[in-house]
Every structure is written in C-alpha cells, then in structure tokens.
C-alpha cells in the first residue's frame, strides 16, 4: 500500500485544561486534561493551544495493531476508522467487520467507533457490540481491555496511482490478511433495519399518500441520487433532471440527498438551487416525483432505498446503501474505475457506467482537485470528462437491470 499521508497518523493526546470542542457539526467532545486521547494529528490544528503532550501511537505500549493469526476468540476488538471519512468508508469496513466475525464463529466482540451522525449507518449491525457503533473519543487507557485494535487511517482514498487496489483489498491488508483467501460475499457492504426504521418508512409512506395520493407501497419506485461530496464525482444536473423526468413517466422517482453534498459541476447548466426548483416544478405539473433532498434522515433514506425497484446515484454513500441492501443500482464513474468498489460484486459492476475512453489519463483518482496538467481542457475542467454521460444511457441501464 502507498505510504499513509502524515496528517491522520494516530497520536496520544494530553490536554492542560479542559476542552469543550466541536468535532462535528452535531457532535461535541468534552476533552479532560486527566486522560489520554486517541486521535488523528489532523484533528489537532485547532486545539494547539490547549495541548500539553502529542505521542505517536503506533511504537506506544498498549497499542496492539490486529493482524492475522492473532487470537482473538472470546475477546474484544477495538475499531476506529478515520473520523472524517463518509458514510461509503463506514459501509466498506462493514465487510471485514462481517469476516471477522465469521471467522471467528461470531465469539469476538466488536467495538466500533463512529461520529453519531454518520454511524447511524450501522446502527442494528450484527457484526457490531450491541448491534451499534460507539461514539465520543477514545480513551488510550481503555487499550488494555481490548486484545487488539484495528486503527484504520486510511484505505485508498489519497492514492492516486494508475494501478490502485480495490478498496476491501486494501483493508485485508492492513491485518495482513492476503485478499485472496478472503470469501467476495466479504467484499461488499453489510447493513441491517430494524423495527424503528420500518415504522419511518411506514410514516413516509403515509405522507406521501396524503400529500400526493400516491400509494409507494403498492407501486415501484425508484430513487435518484444526485449529489455528491466532490465536485469530481458529480454529473451535471440537467443530466439528472433528465433522468428524473423519463424515468417518472413509467413509475414514481423519490430523489434523496444531502443539501451540503450539493454541487454545480458546470456553471453553464443548472445550480443546485435551480434544480430543487425543477424539480418542484415536475411535481406541480402532476409527475410522480418527490424532492426529499435536505428532508430525509439517514436511517428513513437506507429504509426508502432497501425497498425500491432500483437506485440510480454516483460513487457516494447512498450507491453503498443500495448495495447492501441488494436494491439494483446504475452508478456513474469519472475520476475512478468502479472495479476499486465494486469489483468483487459482479452485479453493481454490471450497473456501472463507466466511459473511460472519453479521457486519455482515466483513470486519474484524483481525489480533491481537477488534475489540471491532465485534464482534457486543463484549467477549464469543471466536469469530468468521463462524467459527461447523456440522461438516456442512464435510463436505458436503469430499465436494464430493473
């Protein structure tokens, strides 16, 4: 694997006075200066002046990385992943989490450490202790009651080599588990519902019938995902809106998303804005879309999308819900070659769309920025070139495999 960018190396912290600190948006940490804290060194900039001892983790002595042929029968492990990552790095490790567990014939525990708001991605999780992840920061002394810790950094997401390993490669790896000897049903996404969610997904329903008179439980759907976390990923949204009116005509389209993941990719199509008022409009003309962008929790999201006809999205969180779920999905590729995801799973590889032979440097992996030196049209790159897929592709693979 490529070397670990420095800036989220796990460290041991000691803080001078209290700390009261905003990690997350919904999420406060109370840090007291008589513990010891596991964090990530990017997590520091912000609370330089309240610090009083940084140490590296890794040469520490209660840490105990784990790998293969550790013994961890009947005991507890230990899990955290990088805290910033999104919802789709959470669902990656759900399928190491779930081999753990069958190698283990189930007698191992597992400690998942999550921020609240996007560990509701694995809450009811069978592989997890208590069937949900744990929140708040991690205590250094705590160490002593685990057999080991599996601290992931990170797993591919700054590699932008031409010949980057898929995704659940690189965590087998990182427990020096060859991938090889690994089951592919263990290379995929793993959630679970459970009675709550089922009674949101009733509500939602309900509301729908109400508001619109129509009946989702009765009638197939399909929903579309048209946001992203990165600009790089994004498809524009007049591509979409196309989508959503073609696909309208034969059944009912729910669109979910999370506004701060709105992006304009092309400043010479529709804003974000724009195409929430489009989309408005389609319902006000009487077709059979719902906007429930900025309105959908979490867990109602993975409920709406486990029961649809089909999902059609980009290579974010909610592609990865649908996946475990095993709700038939079309994702559109730019920067990266779907097989880094999707490659053990025969089926969403088939739902991918993936035009590659529209950019000489595909793949690029690039991460967070347009590759100007290798970009089509260099500075003037707002879309990736491989993104610039027609509305009527995406149709025609969503009436394929649904």
Known sequence: MHPTPHNVHYVVVTFKNPVLWAIDGDETWLLNPARRYVMNSDMLDGLAAHIDTVSDLRPSAKYVPLRR?????????????????????????????????????????????????????????????????????????????????WMVEVATEFDESADQINVYDALYRSMDVDPATVDDRFKRPHASLNMSDAHALDAFYWRIMQNHRCDLRATPYYVVAPLSHASLRSVPYAVWLGVIQKMAAKHPVVVLGAPRTGYTPDAGSLTFSQFNQELDKLRSSGASVFNCIGNTPLRLSMAVVASAKAFAGLDSGLLYVAQAFRTPAVSVWGTHNPHTRLGYDKTYMEGAIWRQEQCPQSPCYAYSRFPQHKCVYGASQNVCEVLKVSPDEIVSKLLKIS
Request: glycine share 12%.
């Open 69 to 149: 042929g550790e013994n961890i029968l009947g005991k507890r492990v230990l899990v955290d992943r990088y805290r910033h990552r999104g919802i789709g790095d959470l669902l990656f490790m759900t399928g190491p989490l779930a081999w753990l567990h069958h190698v283990t014939g189930g007698r191992v525990t597992l400690d998942v450490y999550t921020l609240v708001e996007r560990g509701a991605v694995l809450a009811d999780n069978p592989h997890i202790s208590s069937r949900t992840p744990l929140n708040g920061p991690i205590h250094y002394d705590d160490f002593g009651n685990y057999a080991a810790q």
